[in-house]
């Protein structure tokens, strides 16, 4: 069973910078969209910033210009490095992958367990 494994989360003042790493667990065929998801209490998830295949990137609009998704296809790893953090980027950050097992599997989706990321005031 593919696991998407993240670290980087944590406390941080505001004005401060974090990354975020995700990696599958094991060998896959193929990785199309990868993603970094948030939620904060009391709050539904929301798209952050995602990657495709080919490296075409989107973001949130309240993360323009701070967050930089990147991926590495190589080492099957999405990255998130966020800058210039607002106390209201508090929340817990999901990464999310659509992935192919097999050639002959169909693409599902995964998601990571989560990890925390607090910024104070």
């Known amino acids: 069973q593919v696991q998407l494994v993240e670290s980087g989360g944590g406390l941080v003042q505001a004005g401060g910078s974090l990354r975020l790493s995700c990696a599958a667990s094991?060998?896959?065929?193929?990785?199309?969209?990868m993603g970094w998801y948030r939620q904060a209490p009391g709050k539904g998830r929301e798209l952050v910033a995602a990657?495709?295949?080919?490296?075409?990137?989107n973001y949130a609009d309240s993360v323009k210009g701070r967050f930089t998704i990147s991926r590495d296809n190589a080492k099957n790893t999405v990255y998130l490095q966020m800058n210039s953090l607002k106390p209201e980027d508090t929340a817990v950050y999901y990464c999310?992958?659509?992935?192919?097992?097999?050639?002959?599997?169909?693409?599902?989706?995964?998601w990571g367990q989560g990890t925390q990321v607090t910024v104070s005031s």
């Open positions: 999310n992958a659509e992935i192919r097992l097999t050639s002959w599997t169909i693409i599902q989706d995964y």
């Open positions: 094991e060998n896959i065929f193929s990785i199309n969209n």
């Open positions: 990657v495709n295949s080919g490296g075409n990137t």
